[in-house]
Antibody
């Protein structure tokens, strides 16, 4: 049974960096079948996919155009986790952030519990 | 980027009734990569349907999906009280994954 557990601060100041971590149990961040995603949800933007990291003999990343210049997603094989960093945040980045496992055929089948991140001074 | 639109925005029904939810894409989506999710207040979305018509693990058979190209449908054959929620479609066939804005099914 796959479980994803997120952690990170709930309040970030404007212009600073938002950092979240997602610990995986029941699967491996290095799986050749899964992709590890960050998705956020806000009333104004709905569900918004931010980016993914996955291993297929080597590591790959894909990012949404809207955040491509500000986002980093890193796997950590020693801790079986992956992380999100979003730089230069503004109040528009206020949202509930989810880490999510994706499978090529069967979509996003496992979600973390969600973290409300508020960008405010 | 493929844009997904959903209709109606809100569907007001009663338990036992049939719900028909629509998802339309701005360009063709491979049927293998269209999914539906259910979200209840305070919870993460839950995968219901993947590959247009395949129910995810543990999803009851009153949920069914169909469609192709740019038009997809989720049907809930007989609404149970726990089915009142928001439903999102999603395409995951391109390198940029997108979600629809959601349909609220309420009483």
């Amino acid at each position: 049974q796959v479980q994803l557990h997120q952690s990170g601060p709930g309040l970030v100041k404007p212009s600073q960096t938002l950092s979240l971590t997602c610990v995986i149990s029941g699967d491996s961040v290095s799986s050749n079948n899964a992709a590890w995603n960050w998705i956020r949800q806000s009333p104004s933007r709905g569900l918004e996919w931010l980016g993914t990291t996955y291993y297929r003999s080597k590591w790959y990343n894909d990012f949404a155009v809207s955040v491509k210049s500000r986002i980093t997603i890193n796997p950590d094989t020693s801790k079986n986790q992956f992380s999100l960093q979003l730089n230069s945040v503004t109040p528009e980045d206020t949202a509930v952030y989810y880490c999510v496992r994706g499978l090529a055929i069967s979509g996003f089948d496992n979600w973390g519990q969600g973290t409300l991140v508020t960008v405010s001074s | 980027e493929i844009v997904l639109t959903q209709s109606p925005g809100t569907l007001s029904l009663s338990p036992g009734e049939r719900a028909t939810l629509s998802c339309r894409a701005s360009q063709s989506v491979s049927s293998s990569y269209l999914a539906w999710y259910q979200q209840k207040p305070g919870q993460a979305p839950r995968l219901l349907i993947y590959g247009t018509s395949n129910r995810a693990t543990g999803i009851p058979d009153r949920f069914s999906g169909s469609g192709s190209g740019t038009d997809f449908t989720l049907i809930i054959s007989r609404l149970e009280p726990e089915d009142f929620a928001v439903y999102y479609c999603q395409q995951y066939g391109s390198s940029i994954f997108t979600f629809g804005p959601g349909t609220t099914v309420d009483i």
